[in-house]
């Protein structure tokens, strides 16, 4: 058995509302500082940054797990999480065609920059990643599944593109095992579902500012045993 302290919801500097700080290296680094052993980077609609985000987990010990907050057509933001960085990859590679192709103001929003393992710059992503994708919730749930991640309601504690704030309460499909709240005293608001508590990290000074602590079944520290173990729990909602 380990207990890990974990964040698995932050961005990095490819989220146009991302501080040019958070930077894979950077990221890995901070979370190191604040004892962190389990990691998850989901920018807004993209995984791109996540080869180097896992290289930089690698330095610290960090367990990185890849996903995406997706942005559904109803501007929910659905929190998706992968067991592998490929299948992560491959449903990015899925998204880009119902992304919304409008121009990113850098001026207005900032820059949307890919990185590799050592925090340089080999691309950019020229369309405003925030915007919403033409999958409702039911299709981005059913998409997330054949990839065989896992998916839940981000910031379900917010009125900002938050679940409840959109619909008003939990739909009876698709279901939801977990939900994301950014304060534990707000644990009613999901109803019996199981509780992930996460920073939503835009600034370094954020990372692990409201992540808890998980006990996972596994022997061992290898990143792949650690992973498997974590999704094993996600997909029961045993949290």
């Known amino acids: 058995m380990r207990t890990l302290k974990y964040d698995l919801h932050l961005h990095s500097c490819l989220s146009p509302c991302g501080d040019m700080d958070m930077t894979p290296c950077n990221i890995a680094g901070m979370a190191h500082l604040n004892e962190i052993g389990l990691l998850a980077l989901?920018?807004?609609n993209a995984v791109d940054n996540c080869?180097?985000?896992?290289?930089?987990?690698?330095?610290?010990?960090?367990?990185?797990?890849?996903?995406?907050?997706?942005?559904?057509?109803?501007?929910?933001?659905?929190?998706?999480?992968?067991?592998?960085?490929?299948?992560?990859?491959?449903?990015?590679?899925?998204?880009?065609?119902?992304?919304?192709?409008?121009?990113?103001?850098?001026?207005?929003?900032?820059?949307?920059?890919?990185?590799?393992?050592?925090?340089?710059?080999?691309?950019?992503?020229?369309?405003?990643?925030?915007?919403?994708?033409?999958?409702?919730?039911?299709?981005?749930?059913?998409?997330?599944?054949?990839?065989?991640?896992?998916c839940w309601p981000a910031h379900i504690d917010r009125d900002s593109n938050g679940l409840l704030a959109v619909l008003g309460s939990f739909p009876p499909e698709p279901v939801f095992h977990i939900a994301e709240l950014r304060e534990a005293k707000n644990r009613d608001l999901a109803e019996g579902r199981a509780i992930i508590l996460s920073s939503d990290a835009h600034r370094l000074w954020e990372i692990g500012d409201a992540g808890g602590s998980i006990t996972l079944d596994v022997e061992g520290t290898e990143p792949e045993a650690v992973r498997h173990a974590l999704f094993r729990k996600l997909r029961e909602g045993t949290l």
């Open 51 to 150: 080869p180097a985000f896992f290289a930089a987990c690698g330095e610290y010990g960090i367990v990185p797990v890849a996903g995406m907050e997706l942005t559904t057509a109803e501007d929910i933001h659905l929190l998706c999480v992968f067991e592998t960085l490929e299948a992560a990859m491959s449903f990015g590679k899925e998204i880009r065609p119902h992304r919304m192709r409008i121009k990113n103001r850098v001026d207005v929003f900032g820059e949307q920059p890919i990185l590799n393992e050592r925090d340089e710059k080999i691309g950019e992503e020229p369309f405003f990643l925030p915007a919403a994708t033409d999958l409702d919730l039911c299709a981005a749930a059913e998409l997330v599944a054949s990839y065989d991640g896992v």
């Open 42 to 44: 989901t920018d807004h």
